[in-house]
């Protein structure tokens, strides 16, 4: 058979396969927009600066929704220059967002949101494997303060949960130009 009736056929074939286009129904407009649960974590979308508890300031950190509110973005530059990046997005077979974290230095991790957690806020917790067979704990939890302020703290456990190190971020919305 020639190329040309080959891919031709192909085409066809393609075609009956997944159906024409014109008989195709159109997509839902906005899935997630229309799902309170892709609103789970609108309370931490924006720009802020983020502090420790003493007022040293961190960093900056950009969390966009994106891809029509089915995801969040952060986007994390520290004080030290250093940079990082999470997706986070909801799984729907689950009922939970999740998380993926990755730096300017390779460092990465994933995190699950705890369903069981009772709150306040919303808590994500994963396994960071190292080199040598040791596991760590990690969790971070994500609080919405009454003041529209937002508290975030990353635990670490190296012990199964036993013992936790913590950092504390307290993120204040960043000022806009000219305010």
């Given amino acids: 058979m020639p190329m040309r009736n080959f891919l031709i056929a192909g085409a066809v074939v393609v075609t009956a396969a997944v159906g024409s286009p014109a008989m195709a129904s159109p997509p839902p407009e906005a899935p997630c927009k229309a799902d309170p ?12 600066e983020v502090f420790d508890p003493k007022g040293k300031k961190d960093g900056d950190n950009l969390i966009e929704k994106i891809l029509a509110s089915c995801a969040i973005v952060e986007n994390w530059s520290d004080a030290d220059g250093s940079r990082g990046k999470s997706l986070f997005y909801y799984l729907r077979a689950q009922r939970r967002w999740k998380q993926v974290w990755v730096t300017d230095t390779g460092f990465v991790k994933e995190k699950a949101q705890l369903l069981d957690y009772p709150g306040p806020g919303v808590r994500f917790q994963g396994e960071l494997p190292l080199p040598g067979g040791v596991v760590v704990l990690d969790r971070t939890t994500l609080t919405e303060l009454p003041d529209g302020r937002v508290r975030q703290v990353i635990e670490q456990s190296r012990d199964g949960g036993k013992n936790w190190s913590s950092w504390e971020g307290i993120y204040m919305r960043a000022r806009k130009p000219g305010d």
Avoid at 37 to 48: N, P
């Fill in 37 to 48: 649960a892709y609103e789970r974590l609108d309370f931490w979308v924006g720009r802020w």
